[in-house]
């Protein structure tokens, strides 16, 4: 069964600094992968996804999200944090090669100071 | 393209009860829906994944009884929380996949908090 390790609980970053949020994945294929992001209450905004090709993936608002085989790493960044990015942040893989059906990570709470 | 509406996007009910949870596609046909729960400041946990027409599948550790899942039509499905108690309160996300990105992605609904008092 595929997993997924968000090693994070919570990120402090100042704003206008840059922002690296850890996702590790366990699974036996190649995963479709994916950041959400979910402010207080809401519910979630897909950041962007991987599913197969280049492996750095440009997502929306700036952010952008490696995949390394290797390291089963899905990585998002972002170079210049902006105060409005404060939300939480779900790393996810997709079940048996189905984009549909997503497993979650336990979530990292980001909060950006003045 | 690709919107998922759930409503309510709130709800209160009290202890006993039973309450309803719509979500929608609105400019496509969902062939499944999955349904989701996240407790506070946790993760979301699959709960069931519904097919148009057929009987729900739930995830181990869901009650079927409790947490009836419809879905009838290719753009509704709905939760219905029966004799909700308190333990019930969570948020509650549907998604959506179908006819829109030829099945091979699923779009979230905005969530529905519910309060069981």
């Known amino acids: 069964a595929q997993s997924v390790t968000q090693p994070d609980i919570h990120i402090t970053v100042s704003e206008g600094a840059s922002l690296e949020l850890r996702c590790n994945y366990s699974y036996g294929a190649t995963p479709y992968l994916f950041w959400y992001v979910q402010s207080p209450g809401q519910g979630l905004q897909l950041l962007l996804k991987?599913?197969?090709?280049?492996?750095l993936v440009q997502g929306i608002k700036g952010f952008e999200a490696e995949f390394k085989r290797s390291q089963s790493s899905f990585n998002l960044r972002k170079p210049s944090v902006h105060w409005s990015d404060a939300a939480e942040y779900f790393c996810a893989v997709a079940r048996s090669g189905s984009a549909r059906q997503l497993t979650f990570g336990s979530g990292t709470q980001l909060t950006v100071l003045p | 393209g690709a919107v998922v509406s759930q409503h309510p996007s709130r709800v209160i009910c009290k202890s006993g009860t039973s309450v309803k949870i719509e979500c929608r596609s609105l400019d496509f046909q969902a062939t499944t829906m999955f349904w989701y729960r996240q407790f506070p400041k946790q993760s979301l946990m699959l709960m069931a994944t519904?097919?148009?027409?057929?009987?729900?599948?739930?995830e181990q550790g869901v009650e079927k009884d409790k947490f009836l899942i419809n879905h009838a039509s290719l753009t509704l499905s709905t939760l219905t929380v029966t004799s909700a108690h308190p333990e019930d309160s969570s948020f509650y996300i549907c998604s959506a996949s179908g006819t829109y990105s030829g099945n091979t992605e699923a779009f979230f609904g905005q969530g529905t908090r519910l309060t069981v008092v």
């Open positions: 519904s097919n148009e027409g057929s009987k729900a599948t739930y």
């Open positions: 991987y599913f197969s090709g280049d492996t």
